[in-house]
């Protein structure tokens, strides 16, 4: 509701905005390092830092550069690390069984961090398409090439145990089956791993905005086929609710939409709607067209960078996911 208020001039609406003092005392919302995750890329090697040709200043990193990473972070007052593994073709199998290796490359990088940096929450990815053959979230039935749902949920499951194990903080299913936040936090109950949080992927869009991603984990030629048949339909917005309502029912403390910038009024309703922990994920094609056209001279990237970061707080998310965070942290920190 509008407060009634006088016509002009005794209420002139430039008064507020007249000087940098003014201006600040009316903001209505903030940026800070703390509402940043850093999603990071993790690879084989030692001392590898690798640029990732379609998301220029982003980088795969081996596990000694992404526990430099996770120094960087919690300097920067960055609270948390996501992490992404890109897994050699060599080890992607129709059985997904490096998805639940105690030694794979993720579980190795989250035991590090926890090592190096104990007071940075390390967040992990759950979806089988890093380590499936066919390069899809979920096992892929031979006769039809339909995601299977259940036995996918089964693996799930094994995987966000190893990844308890390793000594994540946050477990963040990206996969969008039915089912896999309740069967995975009563999976977690029951081996004690009773303050792993779950971030869910609630409102995860089949959209395009993942690009870069899928060459970044080397998905990109693996996928055989869309995520349609799992992922939502970029049509759909009441959908986004209910789903939202079964993850947090089902033991999510934390839910996420995802694209970020095209899908800001999702990210509203779902924050009118609950009120709980809701993040953006501002995705590989998002950061590709602001980074690539500030790379060109066509934007000042530090502006919308900024200014995009801005847009989440203002469409009521708590924090992004987003691969400018120690970019802007090192803005906002002067
Ligand atoms: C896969 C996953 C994807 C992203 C995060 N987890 C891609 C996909 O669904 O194909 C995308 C992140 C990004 O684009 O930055 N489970």
Request: proline share 6%; charged share 25%.
């Amino acid at each position: 509701m509008q407060p009634v208020q006088a016509p002009f001039p005794a209420t002139r609406h430039r008064r507020t905005r007249a000087s940098a003092a003014l201006r600040a005392l009316t903001q209505e919302n903030m940026l800070s390092p703390a509402d940043f995750i850093w999603p990071v890329f993790v690879r084989d090697g030692e001392n590898v830092l690798e640029e990732i040709p379609s998301m220029p200043g982003v980088h795969r990193r081996s596990v000694d550069k992404v526990v430099e990473a996770a120094r960087e972070a919690a300097s920067l007052g960055i609270p948390a690390i996501c992490l992404f593994p890109y897994t050699a073709p060599s080890l992607k199998t129709k059985d997904c069984a490096e998805a639940w290796n105690p030694e794979n490359l993720s579980n190795r990088a989250t035991r590090a961090i926890k090592e190096a940096v104990p007071e940075l929450a390390v967040m992990t990815d759950v979806a089988l398409d890093p380590y499936n053959i066919d390069g899809q979230d979920g096992f892929v039935r031979e006769s039809d090439g339909y995601v299977v749902n259940d036995e996918t949920v089964e693996a799930l499951v094994k995987q966000a145990l190893s990844q308890a194990a390793a000594g994540a903080d946050i477990i963040g299913p990206s996969d969008m089956m039915d089912g896999r936040i309740g069967a995975i936090r009563a999976a977690l109950e029951a081996e004690g791993h009773r303050n792993v949080s779950l971030l869910s992927y609630s409102a995860k869009y089949a959209s395009a905005f993942y690009g870069p991603f899928r060459d970044a984990v080397g998905a990109s030629g693996a996928l055989k086929g869309d995520k349609t048949t799992y992922q939502m339909n970029p049509a759909n917005s009441d959908e986004a609710l209910r789903l939202v309502a079964r993850d947090l029912q089902e033991g999510a403390d934390m839910v996420m939409v995802k694209p970020g910038m095209p899908y800001l009024d999702i990210c509203r309703r779902v924050k009118d709607a609950f009120g709980a922990p809701t993040y953006a994920y501002q995705v590989s094609g998002e950061y590709a067209m602001l980074a690539g056209a500030a790379r060109n001279g066509w934007l000042d990237g530090d502006r919308v960078m900024m200014e995009s970061l801005m847009a989440f707080k203002r469409a009521g998310c708590d924090g992004v996911l987003t691969y400018f965070a120690p970019a802007a942290a090192r803005l906002l920190n002067g």
